[in-house]
């Protein structure tokens, strides 16, 4: 696809975002069969629900632009999974296991949210509200599911500690560390 001018670009940024949101749903129906902690396995389903709806909303706002969709392929989100998984083999217990995909979901998230905030931008100089209010909703999401893996981090991190058996205390005292 050529990158003629700003419309050009913006199909094209649109395009990887939606090849990645692809990727996304089969990295989460393997992710959700590899973690162990319930909360974790809740959000991760939690996740692939939106973001299936967030493809349907990404198929709204190509017909709106009234074209086909069309996937770039995403090599930063393919570079992100690929790096995830390749920690999360070498993990030698569930909790650790956990850890790992809790931190490379946030930076999934993180990804995301960088592009949809760069195509709001986009569709608001273009005039394109209603293109604008179906990426706001997505991205109110990624940013939902970035907190809510930031929220559950300490805890992960936690359970991971005393599995190696740090005492109470350590793990208090750690956290102290890592917090102030
Ligand atoms: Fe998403």
Redesign the pocket.
């Known amino acids: 696809m050529a990158i003629t001018n700003s419309t050009e670009k913006f199909c094209y940024e649109l395009g990887d975002v939606y090849n990645a949101?692809h990727q996304?749903v089969n990295a989460l129906e393997k992710l959700i069969g590899q973690a162990s902690d319930p909360n974790l396995k809740n959000l991760l389903r939690e996740h692939l629900d939106q973001?299936r709806n967030?493809i349907d909303r990404l198929d709204q706002v190509w017909t709106k632009l009234g074209r086909q969709p069309q996937q770039v392929a995403c090599e930063g989100m393919a570079g992100i999974l690929a790096e995830g998984n390749k920690t999360a083999a070498q993990a030698q217990s569930p909790a650790l296991r956990d850890g790992i995909i809790g931190g490379g979901a946030d930076k999934v998230e993180h990804y995301?949210i960088s592009s949809y905030t760069s195509l709001i931008m986009g569709a608001k100089l273009m005039g394109q509200g209603q293109i604008a209010d179906l990426l706001q909703q997505?991205l109110q999401e990624?940013q939902w599911m970035a907190q809510q893996l930031e929220q559950s981090a300490p805890m992960l991190a936690q359970k991971a500690m005393t599995a190696e058996g740090m005492t109470p205390q350590d793990v208090q005292q750690t956290s102290h560390t890592i917090g102030s």
């Open positions: 949101e996304i973001t967030q995301e997505n990624e």
